[in-house]
C-alpha cells in the first residue's frame, strides 16, 4: 500500500521536471557569434547579410559555419533562413557587427532598426566597418584565421587599451541615430598582408557614414572627444631647430569642456590631459633627467595641440557638424535656443579652443 502510493506521488514530479517536451539539440543549432550587413548585387533586394558561427557538430570537417543571405528589410532574414535551413538559429550569443562602406555610406538606419527591437540582440554588441564588402571580409577567415570572429571580437573590445581606436557599441549608434547633436564614431578595419588590422575611424553623421580618418587623425578624435584610452605617441624634442631626440611614450588622456557665450557666439574650451605617460624608448644619447623630461613635455604638448587644432579646422570647413562631442555642453544650458541651430552653422561658427598638458615619467633603470 505504502509503495503504490509513493508511485502516485513521485509520478507527476517525474512529469513535470523532465524538462524535455522542447528539446532541442545544441548540435543542430546555429549560433553566430559575427554578423556582416552589405547592399545587395542582387537587384531585387536590398541587402545582403553574412553570419558566422561556430560549428558545434562533433568531428565537423570545417570548423564554422558562413551563411549569406539576400533580404529587403533586416527582419527578413531570420524567415528566409527558416525557410531554407532546418536549424535553430539563435541569436543571444553574437558578440560583433560588420558594416560595409558602401552601405555605411548609404546609411544604415533602416537595418539597424529592426535589431534594437530585436530582444535577443545585446545592446553591448561591437561595431566595425570594413573598407570593402563585409561577405569578403568574413570569408578571410577560409584562407588564413581560423578563429576570425573571436579575433574581431577581442580587437574591437580592448583597442582603447592600446590605441587611440575607440570601442564602438550598437548602443553608442542608437544614441547617434537618434539624438540630435551627438554623431557616432566606429572603428575600421581592413586585410593587410594577410591579416586583419584596425586601419582607423569612420566618422558618422547621425546614421551614414562621412569620412573615414587614419591613425594620426584618429589621435586627434579621441583627444578632443575624451574618449578614454591609453595609446602610445611619437614625439620629437627640438632645440636651436635641430632634433635632439625623438622617441615613444604611452599614457591615459582626458578631458574637461567648458563653454560661455557672448551674444550669438559659443565659445568651448577643450582641456586636454595626457597623464602619466611612460617614456617607452628614446634615440637620443642625452642623460634623461627632469629638465630632458620637461623638454619632452613641451614639445609633445605643442605638437598635439596642433594636431588639434587641424583636425578643429577640419571639422568646422569640411565635415560642418560635430564630431568631437562637445555640442552636448552647450545643450545644457541653451537646448531650447540652439535646437534648429545644430544643424544649421552651430559648430561652425563656434569658437574652440585648445589647451593641451602632458606629464611624462621615467620608470625603471632603463635610461
Known sequence: MYSKLLICIMLPAFIFLSGCWDYK?????????????????????????????????PEAERDN?????????????????AHTSGRNYVLGRLETIIISEELARKGVG?????????????????????????????????????????LLSLMLS??????FIPTTTLHELGIGINDIGYNPVIPTLKVQNNRVVLSG?????????IDKIDMDETRSLSLLRGIDTFGYIRFVVKEDGKIIDTGTVRGQNSRKVSVKRKDD?????????????????????????EEHLQKIEKNLAADIKEECEQFIKKMQTVYK????????????KWRKEIRDKIDNGFIEDAKINVNVSVDVQLKGETY
Open 201 to 209: 575611424v569612420a566618422i558618422f553623421k547621425s546614421d551614414k557614414l
Open 25 to 57: 539539440d545544441l548540435n543542430e543549432a546555429i549560433i553566430p557569434i559575427v554578423a556582416a550587413y552589405d547592399i545587395s548585387e542582387d537587384k531585387r533586394f536590398n541587402y545582403t547579410v553574412t553570419t558566422f558561427s561556430p560549428n558545434i557538430e
Open 321 to 332: 557638424f560635430d564630431c568631437i562631442d562637445i555640442t552636448r555642453f552647450a545643450q545644457a
Open 158 to 163: 580592448v583597442s582603447q587599451m592600446h590605441s
Open 65 to 81: 559555419i558562413i551563411i549569406s543571405k539576400d533580404f529587403l528589410n533586416a527582419g527578413e532574414f531570420r524567415q528566409r533562413l
Open 265 to 289: 557666439t559659443f565659445i568651448f574650451t577643450i582641456d586636454i590631459d595626457y597623464e602619466e605617460a611612460e617614456l617607452i624608448e628614446h634615440t637620443g644619447t642625452q642623460k634623461i633627467n
Open 110 to 150: 533602416d537595418v539597424f532598426d529592426t535589431l534594437f527591437r530585436t530582444p535577443q540582440i545585446r545592446y553591448s554588441l561591437l561595431l566595425g566597418v570594413v573598407e570593402d564588402r563585409a561577405d569578403e571580409f568574413m570569408h578571410f577567415e577560409e584562407k588564413e584565421e581560423k578563429s576570425l570572429g573571436k
